[in-house]
């Protein structure tokens, strides 16, 4: 089963050719055009992965960012931005982001395999919370 991807963006333009590029490999995908929109999505639905743009108007992709470390630490957070500057980049390094990926994205093999590597770490957190579940109904009544 592949990841449930969130791409966050203002542009409509960008959030459509991310969707149509990310379903045709197979990926779940939802689409916001706001941070509040995303958050709305985060709350109704199982989301590993989330590519957010960084400058949007109200909410920054850096707020948004902080709202997932905060509160849905699991999925994981890809930053893309058309403000390509070191503080930006610092900045979402601080706050949690997987990696920073600077637009035009026109080949999108970085972010290709960016979601694959944070999609196989989440995998792989998965597996172990599952094995820890197992072993706790196991062998949880022999103390």
């Given at each position: 089963?592949?990841?449930?991807i969130l791409?966050?963006?203002?542009?409509?333009?960008?959030?459509?050719?991310?969707?149509?590029?990310?379903?045709?490999?197979?990926?779940?995908?939802?689409?916001?055009?706001?941070?509040?929109?995303?958050?709305?999505?985060?709350?109704?639905?199982?989301?590993?992965?989330?590519?957010?743009?960084?400058?949007?108007?109200?909410?920054?992709?850096?707020?948004?960012?902080?709202?997932?470390?905060?509160?849905?630490?699991?999925?994981r957070v890809?930053?893309?931005?058309?403000?390509?500057?070191?503080?930006?980049?610092?900045?979402?390094?601080?706050?949690?982001?997987?990696?920073?990926?600077?637009?035009?994205?026109?080949?999108?093999?970085?972010?290709?395999?960016?979601?694959?590597?944070?999609?196989?770490?989440?995998?792989?957190?998965?597996?172990?919370?599952?094995?820890?579940?197992?072993?706790?109904?196991?062998?949880?009544?022999?103390?």
């Amino acid at each position: 089963m592949k990841a449930c991807i969130l791409i966050v963006d203002d542009e409509a333009e960008i959030r459509d050719m991310l969707s149509r590029h990310f379903k045709f490999q197979g990926y779940d995908v939802e689409t916001a055009g706001t941070v509040d929109d995303a958050l709305v999505i985060l709350n109704r639905k199982m989301v590993q992965v989330v590519i957010s743009d960084i400058m949007m108007p109200g909410k920054t992709g850096i707020e948004l960012l902080k709202a997932i470390h905060d509160s849905f630490p699991m999925i994981r957070v890809i930053m893309i931005t058309g403000y390509v500057t070191l503080e930006n980049a610092l900045t979402c390094m601080r706050k949690g982001a997987d990696t920073c990926i600077f637009k035009p994205l026109g080949d999108l093999e970085e972010l290709d395999e960016a979601v694959v590597r944070v999609y196989q770490w989440h995998m792989r957190w998965q597996d172990k919370l599952h094995s820890l579940q197992k072993m706790k109904t196991g062998g949880g009544d022999k103390a």
